[in-house]
């Protein structure tokens, strides 16, 4: 298990790629769990209540699935599908771990009447460390430059940034 977080770290580090994860259906669904289940405590900040957080959740993970999917078939390589999910996935529930504690920071600072800074500094480079770790692993997935994962990767937020704001009003 330890060699597997290790792994998803050089990921986040951008030393080792899709490739180099097992080709598992089992960690597949493992790391599905664990990405879903990492994004409970900042979904229920953002919006609120727990319905809109679960429907949130499940519209997120299903797009980046399905998106996922339409880029390895278009490109005729879906035999990458799992592996590229998986680094996807695994990255992104790690990503999500420090979110919630910078929202909470952030609305808590705002409710003071104060400038959250360094809560919003650390939402952004989150958001952008994210986008380079997607385009990492769109890159390595496709065979292609960064520049070509960054450009998928950067479509894939601005997607995901639209359907996000379909699941009710924004806890404030």
Same mark, same amino acid.
């Given at each position: 298990?330890?060699?597997?977080?290790?792994?998803?770290?050089?990921?986040?580090?951008?030393?080792?790629?899709?490739?180099?994860?097992?080709?598992?259906?089992?960690?597949?669904?493992?790391?599905?769990?664990?990405?879903?289940?990492?994004?409970?405590?900042?979904?229920?900040?953002?919006?609120?209540?727990?319905?809109?957080?679960?429907?949130?959740?499940?519209?997120?993970?299903?797009?980046?699935?399905?998106?996922?999917?339409?880029?390895?078939?278009?490109?005729?390589?879906?035999?990458?599908?799992?592996?590229?999910?998986?680094?996807?996935?695994? *990255?992104?529930? +790690? %990503? /999500? =771990?420090?979110?919630?504690?910078? #929202?909470?920071?952030?609305?808590?600072? &705002?409710? $003071?009447?104060?400038?959250?800074?360094?809560? *919003?500094?650390? +939402? %952004? /480079? =989150?958001?952008?460390?994210?986008? #380079?770790?997607?385009?990492?692993?769109? &890159?390595? $997935?496709?065979?292609?430059?960064?520049?070509?994962?960054?450009?998928?990767?950067?479509?894939?937020?601005?997607?995901?940034?639209?359907?996000?704001?379909?699941?009710?009003?924004?806890?404030?």
């Amino acid at each position: 298990m330890l060699a597997l977080l290790d792994a998803f770290f050089r990921i986040l580090t951008r030393r080792l790629g899709p490739e180099d994860l097992p080709d598992s259906q089992f960690l597949l669904s493992l790391v599905l769990g664990a990405y879903m289940a990492a994004q409970v405590p900042a979904a229920a900040l953002i919006y609120g209540g727990a319905v809109a957080a679960f429907l949130a959740i499940v519209a997120d993970t299903a797009l980046l699935a399905l998106c996922c999917w339409v880029l390895l078939t278009v490109t005729s390589l879906m035999p990458r599908f799992r592996r590229t999910l998986t680094a996807l996935l695994g *990255t992104g529930a +790690l %990503l /999500a =771990l420090p979110q919630a504690p910078l #929202v909470y920071l952030s609305r808590a600072a &705002s409710a $003071a009447g104060e400038t959250p800074v360094g809560a *919003t500094v650390g +939402l %952004l /480079a =989150l958001l952008l460390w994210s986008v #380079v770790v997607q385009a990492h692993i769109v &890159s390595r $997935a496709l065979s292609s430059g960064f520049v070509a994962g960054l450009a998928v990767a950067l479509a894939y937020f601005l997607l995901s940034f639209a359907v996000s704001g379909q699941f009710g009003p924004v806890a404030g």
